[in-house]
């Protein structure tokens, strides 16, 4: 009997979901389908978008100068629209990094996941990594 999955937040993930998609295309250029199966292949199926989410998100990253489109022809023969991340896109990608891992500190602080002194328990700075 396989063990139940647990269903992430969907508000949650919609806060994060513009960073995880600046970060994917930071290493590579995609197109949407690409960008939804590596996110939940590298997040082992935590994070699952639908097409009707990831949209939207590209259309408004790229309408902020974050994201440029092109159309090009797929391994597969099929031309498909890519999304490539902008000089700006990387600054905003550094920008949010630095607030996620803010935030994660914050919550780890609060939930105890680390104690007051700031250092993770269980000692060393690889025990959350």
Not at 14 to 36: F, Q, T
Not at 49 to 59: F, R, V
Not at 101 to 106: D, G, S, V
């Amino acid at each position: 009997m396989e063990p139940k999955r647990l269903k992430l937040d969907k508000d949650l993930l919609g806060g994060s979901a513009p960073y995880l998609v600046l970060s994917l295309l930071d290493h590579a250029d995609r197109y949407g389908y690409e960008i939804i199966r590596e996110l939940a292949v590298r997040s082992e199926n935590v994070f699952e978008l639908k097409e009707g989410t990831l949209y939207p998100i590209l259309h408004k990253l790229e309408s902020k100068g974050f994201l440029t489109s092109y159309t090009a022809q797929a391994p597969t023969g099929r031309e498909r629209k890519y999304y490539h991340i902008t000089k700006k896109g990387r600054m905003e990608l550094e920008e949010e990094r630095r607030q996620w891992l803010l935030f994660r500190h914050a919550v780890e602080k609060v939930t105890g996941a680390l104690p007051a002194g700031g250092q993770p328990e269980g000692g060393g700075a690889n025990a959350l990594a």
